[in-house]
């Protein structure tokens, strides 16, 4: 089976820091893959290196096709859904139905305003059409957020702390949203209940350096020392 991403040892450095080591992993049609470790360890320098949002060293392959430069990352972005850790970062039409439209016009879809209503809908949010997008609260901004990228029906989601400053209400739309959510997607969040219930296998990134990690039926990742094969 292809993987939809593949990274081979991965480098990211920043100002002579070194953020990501030798970075690899591979993601599979319907994987969920999750990456937790301490703050400052390279998660969300990860995720924007798979988008092509971070200049790096080593090889980036997505769905297939090697991506060395800007232009070889360009037409492929419409396949990831990239999460943002801060929804104000994302959000930048007036109105909600306005930014949650914005990303299947951009790609072409033929009515891009009736997708956007389809997935407020499905996301239980249609009442938030009409509404300023800075005037949603946080949890709102989120699934708004999380809207216009399910609405250009992407084959990955990356999802950056995704439920930073999500209300208990939001909260089970979101986690609705993304169980029935088809594609493939990587996590990275620090609530570990959050992961032990969504991703199907996990991985610690610690100082720029990603080792396997396991998840158990309990709401804890624990690491091992010790590397295991790909595929």
């Known amino acids: 089976m292809i993987p939809l991403i593949s990274l081979g040892d991965v480098s990211v450095s920043r100002d002579g820091a070194a953020v990501l080591r030798g970075a690899s992993l591979r993601l599979l049609p319907r994987e969920r893959l999750a990456i937790v470790g301490p703050n400052g360890a390279g998660k969300t320098t990860l995720l924007r290196a798979i988008a092509g949002l971070e200049p790096a060293e080593g090889a980036v392959r997505l769905f297939g096709t090697d991506c060395r430069r800007e232009r070889d990352f360009r037409p492929l972005r419409p396949r990831l859904g990239f999460l943002f850790q801060d929804s104000d970062d994302q959000l930048f039409c007036p109105t909600v139905l306005e930014d949650v439209a914005f990303g299947p016009a951009n790609i072409g879809l033929s009515d891009p305003e009736a997708a ?12 938030l059409a ?10 709102e901004k989120r699934l708004v957020c999380l809207a216009g990228l399910l609405a250009m029906r992407p084959d990955v989601l990356l999802l950056d702390e995704p439920t930073n400053g999500v ?3 939001n909260m089970a739309r979101l986690r609705a ?3 029935a959510f088809e594609g493939a997607m ?18 610690l990134i ?19 020392p010790h590397l295991h094969p790909h595929g």
């Open 167 to 169: 209300d208990a209400a």
């Open 186 to 203: 990587i996590l990275v969040s620090h609530d570990a209940g959050f992961v032990a219930e969504l991703a199907s296998r996990a991985m």
């Open 130 to 139: 009409e509404r300023v997008t800075h005037r949603l609260s946080g949890g």
């Open 116 to 127: 956007a209503r389809e997935v407020l809908a499905e996301l239980g949010i249609g009442h």
């Open 206 to 224: 610690e100082e720029g350096r990603l080792i396997p990690a396991e998840i158990h039926s309990h709401p804890h990742l624990h690491s091992h």
């Open 177 to 179: 949203a993304l169980a």
